[in-house]
Antibody, heavy 120, light 111 residues
Framework: QVQLLQSGTEVKEPGASVKVSCKAS????????ISWVRQAPGQGLEWMGW????????NYAQKFQGRVTMTTDTSTSTAYMDLRSLRSDDTAVYYC?????????????WGQGTMVTVSS | QSALTQPASVSGSPGQSITISCTGT?????????VSWYQHYPGKAPKLIIY???KRPSGVSDRFSGSKSGNTASLTISGLQAEDEADYSC???????????FGGGTKLTVL
Protein backbone atom coordinates (compact mmCIF):
# COMPACT_ATOMS: atom_id res chain seq x y z
CA GLN A 1 0.00 0.00 0.00
CA VAL A 2 1.48 3.29 -1.13
CA GLN A 3 1.48 6.13 1.36
CA LEU A 4 2.77 9.70 1.37
CA LEU A 5 4.02 11.16 4.65
CA GLN A 6 4.78 14.87 4.89
CA SER A 7 6.90 16.94 7.23
CA GLY A 8 5.39 19.01 10.01
CA THR A 9 3.99 22.49 10.51
CA GLU A 10 6.15 25.45 9.56
CA VAL A 11 6.03 29.09 10.63
CA LYS A 12 8.08 31.50 8.55
CA GLU A 13 8.63 35.23 8.32
CA PRO A 14 7.94 37.09 5.08
CA GLY A 15 10.86 36.81 2.68
CA ALA A 16 12.04 33.49 4.07
CA SER A 17 11.99 30.08 2.39
CA VAL A 18 10.28 26.85 3.35
CA LYS A 19 11.09 23.29 2.34
CA VAL A 20 8.40 20.66 2.73
CA SER A 21 9.15 16.97 2.39
CA CYS A 22 6.99 14.09 1.24
CA LYS A 23 8.21 10.54 1.87
CA ALA A 24 6.68 7.85 -0.31
CA SER A 25 6.45 4.28 0.87
CA UNK A 26 5.18 1.25 -0.98
CA UNK A 27 6.05 2.20 -4.53
CA UNK A 28 7.68 -0.71 -6.36
CA UNK A 29 9.70 1.49 -8.65
CA UNK A 30 10.57 5.14 -9.19
CA UNK A 31 8.30 5.43 -12.21
CA UNK A 32 5.87 7.82 -10.64
CA UNK A 33 5.28 11.52 -10.30
CA ILE A 34 4.51 13.74 -7.35
CA SER A 35 2.45 16.90 -7.61
CA TRP A 36 2.30 19.65 -5.04
CA VAL A 37 -1.07 21.24 -4.34
CA ARG A 38 -1.88 23.94 -1.81
CA GLN A 39 -5.03 25.31 -0.21
CA ALA A 40 -5.04 28.73 1.37
CA PRO A 41 -7.59 29.47 4.08
CA GLY A 42 -11.04 29.77 2.55
CA GLN A 43 -9.69 29.16 -0.95
CA GLY A 44 -9.75 26.31 -3.42
CA LEU A 45 -7.04 23.82 -4.25
CA GLU A 46 -4.18 25.16 -6.34
CA TRP A 47 -1.74 23.02 -8.34
CA MET A 48 1.86 24.20 -7.99
CA GLY A 49 3.78 21.76 -10.09
CA TRP A 50 4.93 18.21 -10.62
CA UNK A 51 8.11 16.17 -10.57
CA UNK A 52 8.81 12.77 -12.09
CA UNK A 53 10.79 10.84 -9.56
CA UNK A 54 12.95 8.66 -11.79
CA UNK A 55 14.53 11.48 -13.77
CA UNK A 56 13.74 14.60 -11.73
CA UNK A 57 11.95 16.34 -14.58
CA UNK A 58 9.78 19.16 -13.32
CA ASN A 59 6.85 21.20 -14.57
CA TYR A 60 5.80 24.23 -12.56
CA ALA A 61 2.62 26.27 -12.71
CA GLN A 62 3.43 29.61 -14.29
CA LYS A 63 2.41 31.42 -11.13
CA PHE A 64 5.23 29.78 -9.15
CA GLN A 65 8.00 29.68 -11.73
CA GLY A 66 11.14 31.31 -10.37
CA ARG A 67 10.01 30.90 -6.77
CA VAL A 68 9.56 27.14 -6.39
CA THR A 69 11.92 24.22 -6.77
CA MET A 70 10.83 20.60 -6.59
CA THR A 71 13.40 17.87 -6.07
CA THR A 72 13.55 14.23 -5.13
CA ASP A 73 15.93 11.92 -3.31
CA THR A 74 15.42 8.47 -4.80
CA SER A 75 17.58 6.85 -2.11
CA THR A 76 14.97 7.77 0.50
CA SER A 77 11.92 7.98 -1.79
CA THR A 78 11.37 11.55 -0.66
CA ALA A 79 10.14 14.50 -2.67
CA TYR A 80 10.77 18.08 -1.63
CA MET A 81 9.09 21.38 -2.41
CA ASP A 82 11.10 24.53 -1.74
CA LEU A 83 9.19 27.84 -1.90
CA ARG A 84 11.19 31.07 -1.62
CA SER A 85 10.43 34.73 -0.96
CA LEU A 86 7.43 33.84 1.14
CA ARG A 87 4.54 36.27 1.43
CA SER A 88 1.54 36.31 3.72
CA ASP A 89 -0.64 34.96 0.92
CA ASP A 90 1.53 31.83 0.81
CA THR A 91 -0.06 30.83 4.11
CA ALA A 92 -1.74 27.55 3.23
CA VAL A 93 -1.85 23.82 3.70
CA TYR A 94 0.56 22.23 1.26
CA TYR A 95 -0.11 18.71 0.02
CA CYS A 96 1.92 16.28 -2.02
CA UNK A 97 -0.22 14.11 -4.26
CA UNK A 98 0.31 11.19 -6.57
CA UNK A 99 -1.35 8.15 -8.00
CA UNK A 100 -1.05 4.50 -7.10
CA UNK A 101 -1.06 3.49 -10.75
CA UNK A 102 -3.62 3.56 -13.50
CA UNK A 103 -4.74 7.15 -13.07
CA UNK A 104 -3.98 9.84 -15.62
CA UNK A 105 -3.75 13.29 -14.09
CA UNK A 106 -5.86 12.25 -11.12
CA UNK A 107 -4.58 11.90 -7.58
CA UNK A 108 -5.69 9.03 -5.39
CA UNK A 109 -2.76 9.42 -3.02
CA TRP A 110 -2.36 12.44 -0.78
CA GLY A 111 -0.04 13.34 2.03
CA GLN A 112 -1.60 14.47 5.27
CA GLY A 113 -0.81 18.11 4.49
CA THR A 114 1.71 20.55 5.92
CA MET A 115 0.51 23.85 7.35
CA VAL A 116 2.78 26.73 6.41
CA THR A 117 2.11 30.04 8.12
CA VAL A 118 3.86 33.17 6.89
CA SER A 119 3.73 35.93 9.46
CA SER A 120 5.95 38.55 10.98
CA GLN B 1 -9.69 33.26 -8.75
CA SER B 2 -9.70 29.61 -9.73
CA ALA B 3 -9.38 28.48 -13.32
CA LEU B 4 -12.49 26.30 -13.16
CA THR B 5 -15.76 27.76 -11.93
CA GLN B 6 -17.88 25.96 -9.37
CA PRO B 7 -20.83 27.19 -7.31
CA ALA B 8 -19.74 28.19 -3.84
CA SER B 9 -22.41 26.11 -2.18
CA VAL B 10 -25.19 23.65 -2.84
CA SER B 11 -27.61 21.96 -0.48
CA GLY B 12 -30.06 19.10 -0.44
CA SER B 13 -32.08 16.96 1.88
CA PRO B 14 -31.28 13.35 2.75
CA GLY B 15 -32.30 11.03 -0.06
CA GLN B 16 -32.33 13.74 -2.70
CA SER B 17 -29.90 14.18 -5.58
CA ILE B 18 -27.71 17.19 -6.19
CA THR B 19 -25.45 18.20 -9.06
CA ILE B 20 -22.32 20.34 -8.85
CA SER B 21 -21.13 22.01 -12.03
CA CYS B 22 -17.57 22.75 -13.03
CA THR B 23 -17.14 25.14 -15.92
CA GLY B 24 -13.87 25.49 -17.74
CA THR B 25 -12.84 26.31 -21.27
CA UNK B 26 -12.02 24.61 -24.55
CA UNK B 27 -8.40 24.49 -23.33
CA UNK B 28 -9.11 22.26 -20.36
CA UNK B 29 -12.47 20.61 -19.61
CA UNK B 30 -13.62 20.85 -23.20
CA UNK B 31 -10.49 19.32 -24.70
CA UNK B 32 -9.71 16.40 -22.44
CA UNK B 33 -11.63 13.59 -20.76
CA UNK B 34 -9.42 14.08 -17.73
CA VAL B 35 -11.70 15.71 -15.19
CA SER B 36 -11.42 14.44 -11.64
CA TRP B 37 -13.47 15.20 -8.56
CA TYR B 38 -12.37 15.27 -4.94
CA GLN B 39 -14.25 15.13 -1.68
CA HIS B 40 -12.61 16.80 1.28
CA TYR B 41 -13.48 17.37 4.86
CA PRO B 42 -11.99 20.23 6.93
CA GLY B 43 -8.53 19.31 8.15
CA LYS B 44 -8.36 16.20 5.99
CA ALA B 45 -6.68 15.46 2.69
CA PRO B 46 -8.85 15.34 -0.44
CA LYS B 47 -10.21 11.97 -1.59
CA LEU B 48 -10.51 11.05 -5.26
CA ILE B 49 -14.11 10.12 -6.10
CA ILE B 50 -14.28 10.48 -9.90
CA TYR B 51 -11.53 10.29 -12.52
CA UNK B 52 -11.47 10.58 -16.30
CA UNK B 53 -14.77 12.35 -16.08
CA UNK B 54 -17.00 9.39 -15.31
CA LYS B 55 -15.04 6.62 -13.62
CA ARG B 56 -15.10 5.74 -9.93
CA PRO B 57 -12.09 4.39 -8.05
CA SER B 58 -12.57 1.11 -6.28
CA GLY B 59 -14.43 1.58 -3.02
CA VAL B 60 -16.24 4.79 -3.99
CA SER B 61 -20.01 4.58 -3.70
CA ASP B 62 -21.99 4.34 -6.93
CA ARG B 63 -24.10 7.23 -5.59
CA PHE B 64 -21.35 9.44 -7.05
CA SER B 65 -21.35 9.91 -10.80
CA GLY B 66 -19.66 12.24 -13.24
CA SER B 67 -20.52 13.61 -16.66
CA LYS B 68 -19.42 16.26 -19.12
CA SER B 69 -21.02 18.42 -21.75
CA GLY B 70 -18.85 20.79 -23.71
CA ASN B 71 -16.76 22.88 -21.35
CA THR B 72 -18.76 21.91 -18.27
CA ALA B 73 -18.27 18.84 -16.11
CA SER B 74 -20.73 17.79 -13.46
CA LEU B 75 -20.75 15.68 -10.32
CA THR B 76 -24.03 14.15 -9.24
CA ILE B 77 -24.59 12.69 -5.80
CA SER B 78 -27.76 10.66 -5.48
CA GLY B 79 -29.45 9.44 -2.31
CA LEU B 80 -27.83 12.18 -0.23
CA GLN B 81 -26.56 11.11 3.16
CA ALA B 82 -25.41 13.19 6.10
CA GLU B 83 -21.85 11.95 5.61
CA ASP B 84 -21.79 13.53 2.14
CA GLU B 85 -21.62 16.97 3.74
CA ALA B 86 -18.16 18.09 2.65
CA ASP B 87 -16.34 20.24 0.13
CA TYR B 88 -16.09 19.03 -3.47
CA SER B 89 -13.49 20.20 -5.96
CA CYS B 90 -13.10 19.54 -9.65
CA UNK B 91 -9.82 19.31 -11.48
CA UNK B 92 -8.88 19.08 -15.14
CA UNK B 93 -5.81 18.44 -17.21
CA UNK B 94 -5.15 21.56 -19.27
CA UNK B 95 -2.46 20.59 -21.73
CA UNK B 96 1.33 20.47 -21.61
CA UNK B 97 1.74 24.15 -20.79
CA UNK B 98 -0.67 24.67 -17.90
CA UNK B 99 -1.01 21.00 -16.93
CA UNK B 100 -3.57 21.03 -14.09
CA UNK B 101 -6.30 23.43 -12.99
CA PHE B 102 -8.68 23.16 -10.07
CA GLY B 103 -12.05 24.64 -9.32
CA GLY B 104 -12.68 26.84 -6.33
CA GLY B 105 -14.57 24.15 -4.47
CA THR B 106 -18.24 23.73 -3.57
CA LYS B 107 -19.53 23.28 -0.04
CA LEU B 108 -22.31 20.71 0.11
CA THR B 109 -24.75 21.05 2.99
CA VAL B 110 -27.11 18.19 3.77
CA LEU B 111 -30.17 19.79 5.34
Amino acid sequence: QVQLLQSGTEVKEPGASVKVSCKASGYRSTSYGISWVRQAPGQGLEWMGWITVYNGKTNYAQKFQGRVTMTTDTSTSTAYMDLRSLRSDDTAVYYCAGDSGGYVWAFDLWGQGTMVTVSS
Amino acid sequence: QSALTQPASVSGSPGQSITISCTGTSSDVGSYNLVSWYQHYPGKAPKLIIYEGTKRPSGVSDRFSGSKSGNTASLTISGLQAEDEADYSCCSYAGSSTFVVFGGGTKLTVL
